[in-house]
């Protein structure tokens, strides 16, 4: 069970626009930013979203994050099949005192 | 090129020690804290530890807490892990990550991973 929830799966036509959310509390979305990372299987995650709404440099500007309170969100815009991928959220949970991840959305682009 | 390299992933028996390496370059090493991530088979992503970037300050996940214990080399520019008392429950690909300052906790820099089977 993930500290962060997030659904297991989302799925979306080329061209569309899809969201997924990611569920926390107070000690971590709540008072924290949120991460989002990007795998594809069988490689490393990489960062897509830092600090709850900022894009890393050669993230393309289709990815989006925002927060509001204990609950944050990844936009995909003008979905593409190459990201078909795994997302997950992440965030630094103040009560833990460790990172937390959501337990992962798997993105089919149909 | 900015760059991490994990090493040290076997396959160990129940109970046995194993040690990670993560080599860092292209980038201030020493300013950077630094995070072991693992992903077991078929699983999601689950944080382990981290060291911050002068190893003044290190936790870990409740999982591991009291087995496995990270330390970096800053003149090495090398994280470590070391991970005592295996479990098969460690069965995992172990990635290393670098989170900058100011960063948020934000893994900005990814090792491509080493696998860890713990397995009698």
């Known amino acids: 069970q993930s500290v962060l929830t997030q659904p297991p799966s989302a799925s979306g036509t080329p061209g569309q626009r899809v969201t997924i959310s990611c569920s926390g509390s107070?000690?971590?979305?709540?008072?924290?930013?949120v991460n989002w990372y990007q795998q594809f299987p069988g490689t490393a995650p990489q960062l897509l979203i830092s600090?709850?709404?900022h894009r890393p440099s050669g993230v393309p500007d289709r990815f989006s994050g925002s927060k509001s309170g204990t609950s944050a969100s990844l936009a995909i815009s003008g979905l593409q099949s190459e990201d078909e991928a795994d997302y997950y959220c992440?965030?630094?949970?103040?009560?833990?005192?460790?990172?937390?991840f959501g337990g992962g959305t798997k993105l089919t682009v149909l | 090129q900015v760059q991490l390299v994990e090493s040290g992933g076997d396959v160990v028996q129940p109970g046995r020690s194993l040690r990670l390496s993560c080599a860092a370059s292209?980038?201030?090493?020493?300013?950077?804290?630094m995070h072991w991530v693992r992903q077991a088979p078929g699983k999601g992503l689950e944080w382990v530890s981290f060291?911050?970037?002068?190893?003044?300050?290190?936790t870990y996940s409740d999982s591991v807490k009291g087995r496995f214990t990270i330390s970096r080399d800053n003149f090495k520019n090398t994280v470590y892990l070391q991970m005592n008392s295996l479990r098969a429950e460690d069965t995992a690909v172990y990635f290393c990550?670098?989170?900058?300052?100011?960063?948020?906790?934000?893994?900005?820099?990814w090792g491509q991973g080493t696998r860890v089977t713990v397995s009698s």
């Open positions: 107070s000690s971590n979305i709540g008072s924290q930013t």
């Open positions: 292209g980038f201030t090493f020493s300013s950077y804290a």
């Open positions: 060291l911050w970037y002068d190893g003044s300050h290190e």
């Open positions: 600090l709850s709404n």
């Open positions: 992440a965030a630094w949970d103040v009560s833990l005192n460790v990172v937390v």
């Open positions: 990550a670098g989170d900058p300052p100011s960063s948020g906790f934000a893994f900005h820099i």
